[in-house]
């Protein structure tokens, strides 16, 4: 039994070995130099929170609820803050992924079980993302919808492309196309013309009928999963050690800083996006009685009509084919991390990348095949409420370990800090177990 605990507690190699350690960190007594070095990981998690999951889950919420779900978004950014600070650290401080001490911390049963869940999140994020792609070039290529999943399989040939030169232009393409979804939406907020203080009010201050009124509910937990998502807490604890800081215990607390920084800004970024689709939804949609729209091939016949403005259905296209394509990036990698942390099966990239968009596209070939394109917005949400019931098995180990002194050494868990890391974790169980209630219900 020892020889056992001895052998999966032994530091084999470090997350992401082609990676690791591959990007320079300056050294310049200037802070922004220091911080630029460090900013990129924090815009590849946050294209989780901006993906075409969220744009389902927002739309519906907005054309049904008007601006009313604004609060969910919120809210669930700051979880998002939260507990990607808290997957950074563990990285940086442990020197190990979150799948990687799952399994040097748990039996081989548990960890083989939170692998498969940790599979399944990426399936659910990538069949969003195959779906938004796939909406996207039918939208503006009027290629058909079953031809658009196949196509969406190809993106693996970019993603080995720019590996071969280096992590660095992964990123610079990631932020590009961030930068591409901020303009686009922050010109369909101008031209939608909202409310701006029922916007204020609705960001700060909850609506009781959010946990009452069981539709709405059922959004709103789509909305959690859309935003904060389980594989991205992998992800972040093994990318963000990518930076060659040192490795000693000011440079480790710098490197956390300034990650955190990076992750900071990139979350606020997102919010601003999760918020603009809403917020047009609600001004465009809710606003003129138009409550059903929940597909987004509706969204984008309504758009430029109702908006006034010729184009506007276009740049909310081009929008979507962006964000389905940066996060087929973070997919791959997640997908990665996972695989060989808890179960040590290192593969080429762009097997993995076969295998997961595989378990995406099939299930959707399906759903078109049966239902057509009607079904797809159903299965978009669903996607989400997935991963929101996955969070828990994520957000829990990674609070125990952040909170566990031997593992994290100096840069553990203040008390307070662990109290709302708990309370978060908490917080997504209760929702997840309300909604599972409302749904047996039939409410």
């Known amino acids: 039994m020892s020889t056992n605990v001895v052998t999966r507690t032994v530091l084999t190699e470090p997350s992401l070995p082609e990676v690791h350690s591959s990007v320079r960190v300056s050294r310049s007594p200037l802070y922004w130099r220091r911080l630029l070095a460090f900013a990129g990981p924090g815009f590849l998690i946050s294209v989780g929170y ?132 901020i303009v686009l939406f922050g010109m369909q907020m101008f031209l939608s013309r909202p409310d701006y203080l029922p916007i204020l009010r609705n960001l700060v201050v909850p609506s009781p009928s959010i946990v009452t009124n069981g539709a709405m509910l059922y959004i709103a937990i789509g909305i959690l999963g859309a935003t904060v998502m389980p594989h991205n807490l992998y992800l972040h604890s093994s990318i963000v050690q990518s930076r060659n800081y040192q490795r000693t215990s000011e440079g480790k607390r710098e490197a956390i800083h300034m990650a955190n920084m990076d992750s900071g800004v990139a979350l606020m970024i997102a919010l601003f996006v999760n918020a603009a689709i809403l917020i047009v939804a609600a001004a465009v949609f809710h606003r003129s009685g138009h409550y059903d729209v929940a597909a987004i091939q509706d969204a984008y016949k309504l758009l430029s009509p109702m908006v006034g403005a010729a184009g506007a259905s276009t740049l909310f296209a081009i929008a979507l084919l962006a964000s389905g394509q940066n996060s087929s990036i973070t997919g791959t990698l997640a997908g990665q991390v996972v695989m060989e942390g808890f179960v040590h099966i290192r593969v080429s990239p762009w097997l993995r990348r076969l295998i997961t968009r595989s378990l995406a596209i099939i299930p959707t070939v399906i759903v078109v095949a049966l239902m057509g394109e009607q079904g797809t917005e159903k299965l978009l949400i669903l996607s989400q409420v997935i991963l929101s019931f996955q969070l828990a098995f994520a957000v829990v180990p990674l609070v125990m370990f952040t909170g566990d002194r031997k593992k994290m050494g100096e840069f553990v868990n203040g008390r307070g800090l662990q109290a709302l890391a708990w309370s978060t974790a908490v917080l997504i169980a209760g929702l997840n177990g309300w909604l599972l209630v409302e749904t047996f219900m039939g409410r």
Request: hydrophobic residues 55%; aromatic residues 10%.
């Open 50 to 181: 901006m993906d075409p999951g969220n744009w389902a889950t927002d739309i519906a919420g907005g054309s049904r609820f008007g601006y009313t779900l604004l609060f969910v978004i919120m809210l669930s950014n700051l979880m998002a803050i939260l507990l990607q600070s808290l997957s950074l650290k563990l990285g940086v401080a442990t020197e190990r992924d979150l799948a990687q001490l799952c399994n040097e911390s748990y039996g081989r049963r548990t960890s083989f079980a939170l692998w498969v869940l940790a599979e399944v999140s990426i399936a659910a994020c990538d069949l969003a993302e195959v779906i938004g792609s796939a909406i996207a070039l039918q939208l503006l290529f009027h290629i058909p919808l079953f031809y658009g999943v196949l196509i969406t399989g190809a993106d693996v040939l970019v993603i080995l492309f720019l590996q071969r030169w280096g992590f660095r232009y992964v990123e610079a393409l990631v932020i590009t196309l961030i930068g591409t979804i």
